[in-house]
């Protein structure tokens, strides 16, 4: 028969020398838990137990994360309140337009209008014209003497962007697009973006004059940028729509050119 002293005890014998997890200071559990990628610390680390839960919820974790990501700098001290939404936003943030570069074809890109000559693509710098600033920019798409426009429809959720950090936070949209003419030809560029309901109800809208460019113009390439802040709740999609065409009328391939647009979401950094 088996002795009770093989049992396991459930008497409060003297503390194991071994430390714990549950042991460790405050500043050491943050130091730990800060390596470890957001996803396991929210959905497995917080439910540890009390107090880890208590650890992951603490702003120096997060301002600890975005220390060692590199989405900190001692001037966000002041404007910061949570870390943890701040960190999230710069990990999600990039360019949510797709083949922004025509590296791709018009892949992504909707024609909502194709008229002239249609749509074409060309190698930088292009008759007549000038390089990017930006020497990673190779190619970029040209309009004709009809109307031409294309349009992408970014769904916010599906980039991961849920409804409740768009409808409480409301993190900055910041949008960017670039367009040139050639030396030889004048042309018209437009631009209009919308930020929409889950049922495409426009809440608020970015639509400059459109802008004509004279014939004999300098060519250089020139980026119009607009900030969403303090929009309606209830965003969901964002609609972005650019072209133009030429304005003298000639067969081929003289009207604005475009390239290098660019949609995202969050801070500044």
């Known amino acids: 028969a088996r002795r009770a002293e093989d049992s396991p005890s459930h008497s409060c014998g003297p503390r194991s020398t071994m430390t714990t997890m549950g042991d460790l200071p405050e500043d050491v559990l943050v130091e730990l838990l800060s390596l470890l990628p957001a996803r396991d610390l929210l959905r497995t680390c917080r439910l540890v137990c009390t107090q880890w839960r208590?650890?992951?919820?603490?702003?120096?974790?997060?301002?600890?994360?975005?220390?060692?990501?590199?989405?900190?700098?001692?001037s966000l001290d002041r404007s910061v309140s949570d870390w943890r939404i701040f960190y999230m936003l710069c990990h999600?943030?990039?360019?949510?337009?797709?083949?922004?570069?025509?590296?791709?074809?018009?892949?992504?890109?909707?024609?909502?209008?194709?008229?002239?000559?249609?749509w074409k693509i060309e190698d930088l710098p292009g008759a007549h014209g000038s390089n990017m600033p930006d020497p990673t920019v190779h190619k970029y798409?040209?309009?004709?003497?009809?109307?031409?426009?294309?349009s992408q429809l970014i769904t916010?959720?599906?980039?991961?962007?849920w409804n409740q950090l768009m409808d409480e936070k409301r993190p900055e949209i910041t949008v960017k697009d670039w367009y040139a003419a050639r030396v030889d030809c004048g042309c018209q560029y437009e631009l209009t973006v919308r930020l929409l309901s889950q049922d495409y109800i426009v809440l608020e809208e970015f639509h400059p004059e459109p802008v004509f460019i004279e014939q004999w113009?300098?060519?250089?390439?020139?980026e119009i940028s607009h900030t969403f802040q303090?929009?309606?709740?209830?965003?969901?999609?964002?609609?972005?729509?650019?072209?133009?065409?030429?304005?003298?009328?000639?067969?081929?391939?003289?009207?604005?050119?475009?390239?290098?647009?660019?949609?995202?979401?969050?801070?500044?950094?």
Do not use: M
């Open 217 to 222: 113009s300098d060519a250089k390439w020139r």
């Open 54 to 74: 208590y650890v992951v919820d603490l702003n120096t974790l997060w301002k600890r994360k975005c220390q060692r990501d590199g989405f900190y700098r001692q």
């Open 92 to 118: 999600l943030k990039r360019n949510l337009i797709k083949n922004p570069r025509a590296e791709e074809n018009f892949q992504h890109w909707t024609l909502d209008a194709n008229e002239g000559d249609k």
């Open 156 to 161: 916010l959720k599906k980039e991961g962007y």
């Open 141 to 150: 798409f040209v309009t004709s003497y009809g109307p031409c426009f294309k």
């Open 230 to 269: 303090n929009y309606p709740a209830g965003v969901r999609h964002i609609w972005f729509q650019h072209g133009g065409q030429d304005t003298q009328y000639w067969a081929g391939w003289y009207g604005i050119r475009v390239t290098n647009s660019s949609i995202t979401i969050g801070p500044q950094t």
